[in-house]
């Protein structure tokens, strides 16, 4: 296709110019949604492995890394590149989520290899793992060997008995706050119990898995039999923008280089170019891009959750006569609920998750290839509803090349939500319309959901029949009950979202200094001082990291961090620190 020709020479010159690469050390481009980015990012990688670097492919999840690395293993064979589908540093490209590269970085600066990743480029298949949709900044923590007793101060608050007398007074006190706060997190929806794997796996608000370790998790853990809880220590602070900046060059491919604010985030946080990419049908003569259209040419907003998916289940099951629909959820908690009410109701459908009930992996390939195939039913073909989370909202391929679901609008996407910003949204709408062929979505919501809830004055003027304030200055829009709105409330829902993730990434600003701070004196210290024999703390300066670590994880001046470089012996002075340092300007 013209556009993979065109991002690939386009970003292969950007890097085989090397008087490009010493002025912006990251680039990204913006290429629509079923463009055919993997295929792009296959051929820059054979392309800068040919020029001697490493490549890493950064995927958003393990669904979509599979998928890739599937489907491109035999090529780069062909070109005489070794692949790995996790991080190898004999590999000459590596597939790898996030996690990968966190684990793979800590124990490359446990080796002494700093940077970790050295003539190495990073692709970025999308940039929301860049932007970082959460906190920047990971702490890593392990068993702290100067703590003892809180197993079994857990085991007599467990008991209902009071404090043991060998347990010392501040074990005890710590052991009741986590308890308190094991007791407040609800099974299900802060947290599963995975029996098989015997541990407790943390939710975030989509019901995501997160790796992330608690405190209360830990409690639970030994609440269910586990294993016996204890206290951690943070012995490793990681940074998202410090690890990505140590690579030789950053170049990103996505569906939405998100919103202004986002976009000024990745140009400076990365000293970042940008390209956009036509799409291609737009490189063709006599030839356009077909945009999915709103079903309906109206959006529906309910007061409460079980009024929309009565109403997301009643147009899904109408139209599943003759399209495919994909239903995507806020939350993996009300997907299993959609699908187990469409179950009922004796409808074909199937469910797209991360994770299934036992919280491992799910045949994605396999439920993406049923999603659009049709279901014969009396002599007559129907198709299947497929419900699905944000797992199934980005990144799958739901193809499909029927004229006759074509002349009737081409599959449907649902969305049931308003995600954190509008890159996800372009993402879920992504999911049809692909190639040449047509495409519809539908967007159902709830009042109680965010950015709805008491935000009312800012969507309730695009009621289908209510009257516009602007040109009657004293209508009151407040008074519209209706539950049908014009498409431009989404304009409005989506600039809320991109509000929140405006302040959001200020807010972040000072997290990331203080994180990029640490983690550049963890890779210093670790590579001068190594990580001792497993046992942690071990020995003095190991302690001193700890304690700093602990005392200094909300906010660091650079004059304290030189000061405790100093003093664990990682310079000869302060001067020193400063002069080397990365973060030298802030």
Not at 497 to 509: G, P, R, T, W, Y
Request: aromatic share 8%; proline share 2%; glycine share 6%.
């Amino acid at each position: 296709r013209n556009v993979q020709s065109i991002t690939f020479l386009v970003l292969a010159r950007w890097l085989s110019d090397q008087s490009a690469c010493n002025k912006v050390s990251s680039i990204f481009a913006q290429v629509g949604t079923g463009e055919g980015k993997s295929l792009a990012i296959a051929m820059l990688a054979v392309y800068a492995v040919k020029a001697g670097k490493k490549v890493h492919v950064l995927e958003n999840n393990k669904g979509l890394l599979d998928r890739d690395y599937d489907t491109f293993e035999s090529f780069y064979k062909s070109m005489g590149c070794s692949t790995s589908r996790d991080y190898d540093s004999e590999a000459d490209i590596c597939y790898v989520l996030r996690s990968h590269l966190e684990h793979a970085y800590r124990d490359r600066i446990f080796q002494g290899y700093v940077p970790a990743f050295p003539d190495t480029v990073i692709i970025v298949d999308e940039v929301d793992e860049l932007i970082v949709d959460g906190s920047p900044n990971s702490t890593y923590v392990k068993a702290d060997s100067d703590s003892s007793g809180f197993s079994k101060a857990i085991t007599a608050i467990l008991n209902g008995q009071t404090k043991p007398a060998e347990i010392e007074d501040n074990i005890w006190s710590r052991a009741k706050k986590s308890h308190n706060e094991a007791s407040s997190k609800l099974k299900n929806k802060d947290y599963k119990v995975d029996d098989v794997g015997r541990k407790i796996i943390v939710l975030d608000k989509q019901g995501r898995h997160l790796s992330y370790t608690y405190e209360w998790q830990r409690v639970l853990a030994q609440q269910h039999g586990f294993r016996d809880a204890t206290i951690m220590t943070t012995f490793f602070w990681q940074n998202m923008t410090h690890m990505f900046c140590q690579y030789t060059s950053i170049v990103g491919l996505s569906g939405s280089l998100g919103s202004p604010a986002e976009k000024k985030y990745l140009m400076e946080t990365y000293n970042a170019d940008v390209m956009y990419v036509p799409s291609f049908l737009d490189t063709c003569d006599d030839a356009q891009k077909c945009k999915p259209k709103l079903e309906s040419n109206r959006v529906t907003i309910r007061r409460n959750q079980p009024d929309q998916i009565r109403d997301v289940i009643a147009l899904a099951i109408q139209k599943k006569k003759e399209v495919p629909v994909v239903i995507i959820c806020q939350s993996a908690h009300v997907a299993r609920h959609v699908h187990a009410n469409l179950e009922r109701k004796k409808v074909e459908t199937q469910l797209l998750l991360e994770h299934g009930a036992d919280s491992k992996h799910m045949n994605y390939k396999a439920i993406v290839d049923r999603a659009t195939h049709p279901v014969e039913t009396n002599g007559t073909n129907t198709w299947r509803i497929t419900v699905t989370d944000y797992f199934g909202g980005r990144g799958q391929d739901y193809r499909i090349n029927d004229e006759d679901v074509d002349r009737s609008g081409g599959l449907l996407v649902i969305a049931m939500s308003i995600p954190e910003s509008e890159r996800e949204f372009i993402q879920w709408k992504g999911r049809t319309a692909r190639g040449d062929r047509q495409g519809q979505w539908a967007l159902i919501l709830n009042s109680e959901d965010t950015p709805l809830k008491e935000n009312e004055d800012k969507w309730l003027q695009h009621g289908d029949g209510a009257a516009n304030g602007a040109a009657n200055g004293a209508a009151n829009n407040d008074a519209y009950t209706g539950h049908i709105f014009k498409e431009a409330v989404v304009d409005s829902l989506l600039s809320l979202a991109d509000e929140d993730v405006q302040k959001n990434l200020e807010s972040m600003k000072r997290d990331i200094k203080v994180g990029q701070r640490l983690n550049e004196l963890c890779d210093k210290f670790y590579k001068k001082h190594g990580s001792g024999d497993g046992v942690w703390p071990n020995g003095p300066e190991q302690r001193a990291l700890r304690d700093f670590l602990k005392k200094n994880h909300h906010n660091v001046s650079m004059d304290t961090v030189a000061k405790f470089a100093l003093k664990v012996k990682l310079v000869t002075s302060v001067e020193m620190w400063k002069r080397e340092s990365a973060y030298q300007c802030y």
